[in-house]
Every structure is written in C-alpha cells, then in structure tokens.
C-alpha cells in the first residue's frame, strides 16, 4: 500500500439474508457476476481461487462498453465472518497494473487493502466494509 495515510472509506448495509449467504456473494463467481458494478454496468467475468494466498480477477464492464479489470490475493479467510484481500487495478490477464492504465490519478496507489465484516442481527446480515489506501 502506499505509505501516504488516507482516510479509509467504510459502508455498512443491512441484508435481509442470512450470513453465509452474503458471504457466498463475495466468494462465489456467477454470484458477482450478478451484482459486482452497480447499475448499467455488468460483470461477465469473475475468477475466484478462495484460500488465504489465492486471487480473483473480477471484469466490470462498463456502459460504454470499456471493461475495468481488478484483482487481489486473499490474506484472511473465516467463513462467514470476515474476508481481507488487498485491491490493485489489472489487465485482461489478471496482471496489476497502475491507475493510470484506466485513467486514474498519479496519487492512486498500485495496492489497497478491503476488509468486510459480517456480522449476524436479527436474522439478517450486517455488512462492513473498509477499503483502506484510497485516495482522498
């Protein structure tokens, strides 16, 4: 990660799911594929090797068609409570690339590091994540 500090960027939601259930949707690949980007933007291609040490590669494509590439390596896995995995940018092939590669600023930084919690409440599954190293 890069050694400026930066604040870390942290989203909690509540799903009406059971936990292991929103685990898989973080560590399943056709379960990203349906959800992974957002609105009007798709991902039709997710590689998942889930251990501590493994990598992903996720495509998130674009409206206009431009496919953005990431990946990671997992470092902690504990089923269903919490996944670390770090964050850089890719090519097609999986490959960390800089920011610059998709038009990002110099200041952003080659690796970020996601954490995401999961925590059972009522039935229903409270999701935190926190994507340290993003710049301001």
Known sequence: MSEQTHSPLV?????????ERVFKAWTEPESIKCWWGGENVTAP???????????YVFDMRLPEGQDVWSTGTFREIVAPERLVMTDSFADEKGNVVPGSYYGMGDDWPTELLVTLTLEEQDGKT???LRHDGLPD
């Open 45 to 55: 291609e997710a590689r998942i090797d889930l251990r501590p040490g493994g990598r």
């Open 11 to 19: 989203i909690t939601r509540t799903f009406d799911a059971p936990r």
């Open 126 to 128: 409270r999701l935190t």
